[in-house]
């Protein structure tokens, strides 16, 4: 599968907009202007970007503590999301979900949480609701390699497998749960063949290549729209920043880092676009400027927003 040109300026876009994004909640986090942790996505934006422009915009993912990136990739907002994260009323949730707790229905995004594995039966009870509607719908869970290992994993394939449900497990494999090596949890080194145990196809991607994490997504896509069922999809990333902005990163080296630096998926979408004449380099400072420049605003956005109102506290709240 051969992504036209618009679809591949539109993945770079996403990619830069989401690395940008979070540079910027980086700079204000350090300065003390959010409250709460800063969680970035920094070094994996491929995976997001690869997923979500395989979707459709009626199509729904469910997030994690770690899902900036997802929500841009599915076509948030940015000044609304950075309001989010500064606790605003104009952001998606009115400033009551913060960083790691945004959801924003009008793009499909049913929801990030802070509890790990919490996407995922969301994602299969979303996506039998298509099914028992009749609807030609997709839903996409992003997790982690830590989450692989609860009952919410296994539960959530198990069942999706069982009634063949329009669902795609994404398994972003960053190689810690915040400082535990994949390796000390993991007794497998290609999570993939875990579909196996419950019928269902997986595969496992270079999640630093945007291309190959759309072409195993739109593949994925296809079967379930189809009526064929769930597929696991493993990318296989790293997170160039800390398990939280600002961690002391005792559990790894800079060595090894800096390794995983030199895959950054940007550069090298970037020498693809032009080795293959899809853009030039002045086509893509444009697009690096353009994206700065929203991101900018978007601060400037979320500072300018007011806070809650203390007298709405219980408002939005239901038991």
């Not at 994996?44 to 770690?66: F, K, Y």
């Not at 839903?139 to 063949?164: Q, V, Y």
């Not at 400037?300 to 709240?317: G, H, L």
């Amino acid at each position: 599968m051969n992504p036209s040109k618009e679809i591949q300026l539109e993945m770079l876009r996403r990619m830069v907009r989401i690395r940008e994004f979070e540079m910027a909640t980086m700079d204000v986090f350090k300065r003390g202007q959010i409250k709460g942790a800063a969680t970035l996505y920094i070094g994996q934006e491929a995976s997001a970007v690869g997923i979500c422009l395989a979707l459709q915009d009626d199509d729904l993912i469910t997030g994690t503590h770690r899902s900036h990136g997802h929500l841009l990739a599915k076509g948030a907002a940015s000044d609304r999301v950075m309001a989010e994260v500064f606790g605003r009323e104009t952001g998606y949730c009115k400033g009551r979900g913060g960083s790691m707790h945004v959801a924003a229905l009008e793009v499909g995004c049913l929801g990030a949480t802070g509890v790990v594995a919490a996407g995922l039966p969301i994602a299969v009870g979303a996506a039998l609701g298509f099914k028992m509607r009749g609807e030609k719908h997709v839903a996409a869970s992003f997790f982690g390699e830590g989450a692989s290992n609860t009952g919410n994993f296994h539960e959530s394939l198990n069942m999706a497998a069982i009634w063949k449900l329009p669902v795609i497990f994404v398994l972003e494999n960053n190689r810690y749960a915040v400082s535990t090596r994949v390796e000390q949890s993991c007794p497998i080194e290609d999570l993939s063949v875990r579909a196996v145990s419950y019928g269902i196809p997986g595969c496992r991607v270079d999640g630093f290549d945007v291309l190959a994490v759309y072409q195993a997504a739109a593949e994925a896509v296809e079967r379930a729209r189809s009526g064929e069922g769930p597929t696991l999809i493993v990318t296989e990333s790293y997170r160039f920043d800390g398990h939280y902005s600002g961690e002391p990163e005792v559990y790894r080296s800079r060595e090894e880092v800096n390794e995983y630096r030199k895959k950054d998926a940007i550069p090298r979408f970037c020498n693809h676009l032009v080795e293959n004449g899809i853009a030039s380099p002045q086509e893509l400072e444009e697009v690096q400027a353009d994206i700065a420049q929203e991101i900018e605003a978007a601060v400037t956005f979320a500072k300018q927003s007011p806070q809650p109102e203390s007298s709405s506290a219980m408002d939005y709240i239901y038991a």
